[in-house]
Every structure is written in C-alpha cells, then in structure tokens.
C-alpha cells in the first residue's frame, strides 16, 4: 500500500454516502422500453446504423462513430427500434438524438457478443481498437471514450496508469459498492487497460474513508501477485477524484498548464471503466450497462442500481422505492458538480454516476440566494485546488477579458464548485467561469477562422497577382521578339 500524500487545498465536506452505501446494489431488470442519447454526456453524438422498424439484439450495434470524443452505443435489451429523434436527454443543453427501443421480452443476444479468448494474445493496438469498438467509455462522470486516452497514452510514452477509486463527491457512492463487491473485475479490467495503455505499472487510488472497499481491492491484488499493481490509499478531501489532483497525489508529478495527463507520463482510468474492461474481456459484452447511485433526502430507499444504458430515470427512482416528499430538483451527478436534469424521462447515459433527488434540504441554502458583492475575502483563492485566483477571475469574467482569463488560468478551472461552496456572497464563480470559458472558446474559434478568411484571401490574391505578372511577361516577350530587325518570329516574309 503506498504512502498517504495530498494536493493543495481542498476541502472535506459532509457526504451524505452512507444510506445508499449502506444497501445492496439492485440489479434492474430489462425496462419495457430504453431511451439512447446518441451524446452519451461529451458533447459529441454517434450516427445510427439501425433505422425505425429494426429488430435488435442484446449488444447489437446502433450507433457508431469515428470521432475521439463519442463512443459507439449498443441495444441494451432485444427488441424493435422505434424512434429516433430528437428528445431531452442528460447531456449538456438537455437535448439530444436519441434511438428508442421497445424491448420484445427475450433475451436474444446479438452473434458479435463472445468472450474474449485471451485479451493478452492481442497487441495493444487492437486491444484499443476492439475497446472503442465496443464503446467503453470512462465511467467516472465524463464519459470520454476510453480508447482515445489509451491511444493518446501510448503514443506520449506514458509509464502509469492511475485507476480512479476516490469516488470524492459527495452523494456518489457507486464506485465504492463496486469496488466492494467486483474488485476481481477491476483488478482484471486494470491489467488489459495497463496493457492497451503500454504503462509499466498501475495505482488503484481509493481515499481513506472506504475502508471496506480498500480491504477487497486489497485482497483481489494479493491475489494477483503483481508488483507492478499496487494500492494508494489517498485522504478524502475533496476534490481527491478530479483526475489532475489525483495524478498529483499518486503519481507526485504534475499535468502542465493545457497539457494531457500523458504529459505527465500518466493515465487515469475509473475503477468502474475497467470493470467493464472485464465485462467485455469475460463476456463479450459492449458497454450496456453502468452502477449509478440514486439518492437525495427526495427517493424513498437510496441505493446503488445496476441498470442497462438508456434506462429512463423513472424506472431507477421506482427501483429505489419512488419519490419521497417535494423534490426539487433532479441532478445528474453530485450536490458539487451535478448538472439539473430536465425530467425523468431521460435515458440513463454512460457518464451518469448519480441521480440526485434532490430536496430544499439537501441543495435548498443556494437556491434563490441573492449574489452580494464580493467583499475581497480571500476565502475563493484558499479553497481552489488548483491554485487559481477566483475573485480576480470574476473580475475578468464579467468584463469579457479574454487575455487576463487566458493568464489567469481559467482553462486550468476542474469545475470543481468549491469557490462557491465558500463565498459568502453566494456568487456562483464556477458557473461564470464556465460562461466565461465557453465565450472564450467562441472567440477563439472566430479568430481562427477570421485569420483563415484571411490568409485564403491573402493567397487568391498572390496567385491572381502572379497570374497577372505572368501574362504581363508573355505580352512584353511576344512584343519584343516582334520588334527585333529579322528575326523569322516577325512573321515578314518579304
Ligand atoms: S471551480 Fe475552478 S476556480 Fe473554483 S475552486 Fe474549483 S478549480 Fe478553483
Ligand atoms: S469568496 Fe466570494 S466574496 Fe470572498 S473573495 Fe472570493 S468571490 Fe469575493
């Protein structure tokens, strides 16, 4: 077990894991019906290959994609396709295509599901190939395809891999009721991901306040008898989880300002991603299905429920024993960096860790607070884990300052929420940061593409200038010869 180490600030906030830690995972059955965001929480959508009236099986493929940043998406449940269009979803704008299938009740599983004979036996690359193909994704909130961070690992040369067991946001419970009932998997899962990643070695970081969770990971290790895979036990202060202070905390090393984790000769992997890393290694089984918490003062029985991909949120809140009270609010991931949800409608996504059911009592002291100036406290500064300056950030941000934000780190911002959590005049920083990252991201991009007009521009008229002097010497050479006493060329033929 490696030593205990720690990143700058931070805080240790109450969380609320207990109840739904406290219960055994529900195991849902197939839902009569899953709803499939084509963006499954990055931003970037997959293109249907199934059309309306289609018969699908279990894993069938339905959706695929070449871009980095979107993940193939598979039929969870065998059945007919019966829409696909634009819905509300659990993604950033709330909007997204989905595929709709209604199951038929069997369990007809597609031909292209079969175990994976020896995952050692395959090179590297196409470990990362048969991984994008399945559409594993990181599991740990952001749902980035998994394949696209081996790939980039590989080719940076980076040496460790770091699995994600800090779980650190309040609410979120389910790495740690998987690490405490699948650490065989994810230990599993840690070696094919060690091997597609080419690190010689991996960290499992889990924080100290999941003893049990530490205990069985421990045991599965031993198991194993691999020097090269070891345990960081890492304190809990969040944010512990988010991947650059993990890195930090595990690794010593720090990801450059802009940079890729890889950068650092690092890697960083959910634990929940490689247990599914083993689903497809044992099973055959593409990503169809994730443990999501479901929890708040607002559901009846908080607990972790394993349900296929594209499960509507009523079917876990139902699952968990119904709504309870007046909830306020439906939030997809925890109190700190949870997204509101536009209904329980929406399919479950891969990136969904959480479904906070959320009351007045739990998120309630924020909500309708009136934004007071800042009174130049400090308090910001001392909580970002990162370092930066928040309250002269606002400044920036609100006037639109495009080069003090680019220096005053604003891409460097985890979202983590903490700046809010303690400013006492309630402004909400992390979400103008989040504004102000997007306008500059615009602005960028309107640059860019000013200064490509431009250069376009700038060529055309080269190439018609250079036409023009072309032209202009042909004239004066045909001229000239046509002048010269006897020269054949005149065309005098006396
Ligand atoms: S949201 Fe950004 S600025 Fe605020 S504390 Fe977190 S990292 Fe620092
Ligand atoms: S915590 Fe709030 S009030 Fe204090 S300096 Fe930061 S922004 Fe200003």
């Known amino acids: 077990m490696a030593a205990r180490s720690t990143f700058h600030a931070g805080l240790a906030l109450d969380a ?29 959508s997959a293109e249907p290959v199934v059309t309306v009236g289609e018969a699908v099986a279990v894993g069938t493929l339905v959706a695929r994609t070449d871009h980095p940043s979107a993940s193939a ?41 079969r175990p ?156 929940a991603t ?24 607002g559901v009846a029985h908080p607990c972790n429920v394993r349900a296929p991909i594209g499960t509507p949120l009523a079917a876990l809140i139902a699952a968990s024993g119904g709504y309870r009270g007046k909830p306020l609010r439906l939030i997809a991931g925890g109190s700190m960096t949870g997204r509101a949800l536009p209904s329980d409608e929406v399919g479950l996504t891969k990136a969904m860790n959480c479904v906070l059911v959320a009351t007045r009592d739990d998120i309630g002291s924020r909500l309708g607070a009136v934004e007071l ?30 080069d003090t934000l680019r220096q005053l780190g604003v891409r460097d911002c985890i979202d983590c929420g903490l700046c809010d959590y303690v400013c006492p005049s309630q402004i909400p920083l992390a979400h103008r940061f989040r504004d102000a990252r997007r306008r500059l991201h615009e602005a960028e991009a309107m640059a860019r593409k000013a200064a490509d007009a431009r250069e376009r521009h700038d060529l055309r008229k080269r190439r018609l200038q250079a036409a023009a002097t072309a032209e202009q010497q042909t004239f004066e050479s045909v001229r000239d010869r046509a002048r010269r006493p006897g020269d054949d060329s005149t065309g005098d033929t006396n």
């Open 16 to 44: 609320h894991k207990q109840q739904a830690c406290g219960t055994p995972i529900v195991e849902l059955p197939p839902p009569t019906q899953v709803v499939l965001a084509l963006d499954q929480g990055t931003g970037y």
């Open 73 to 113: 998406v598979h039929a969870p449940l065998a059945g007919i396709v019966v829409a696909i269009e634009t819905r509300e979803a659990a993604v950033q704008g709330g909007r997204s295509v989905c595929i709709v299938i209604d199951g038929d009740g069997s369990d007809r599983i597609d031909d292209s599901v």
């Open 116 to 271: 994976v004979a020896d995952p050692a036996a395959l090179s590297p690359e196409e470990l990362v190939q048969r991984l994008r193909d399945a559409g594993i994704a990181g599991l740990g909130g952001a749902g980035f395809p998994t394949a696209t961070k081996l790939a980039s690992a590989r080719n940076l040369g980076a040496h460790t891999l770091v699995l994600n067991g800090a779980e650190c946001e309040p609410w979120i419970c389910c790495d740690d009721a998987l690490m405490r009932s699948a650490a065989d998997d994810i230990v599993l899962g840690a070696l094919i991901l060690r091997r597609a990643a080419g690190t010689v070695r991996c960290v499992i970081a889990i924080e100290d306040d999941k003893p049990a969770a530490i205990a069985a990971v421990t045991r599965a290790i031993e198991r194993l008898r691999d020097d090269a895979l070891t345990l960081a036990v890492v304190p809990a202060v969040y944010p512990q989880g988010a991947e650059r202070q993990l890195i930090t905390a595990v690794a010593g090393v720090e990801v450059p300002s802009g940079g890729l984790p890889a950068d650092a000769g690092v890697v960083c992997q959910n634990v």
């Open 274 to 297: 490689a247990a599914a890393v083993a689903r497809w290694a044992t099973r055959g089984e593409p990503m169809l299905s994730r443990l999501v918490t479901v929890t708040g003062s």
């Open 373 to 402: 100036p800042c009174i130049r406290c400090g308090d910001c500064a001392d909580a970002c884990p990162v370092g930066l300056l928040p309250q002269q950030l606002l400044r920036a941000a609100l006037a639109d300052a495009h």
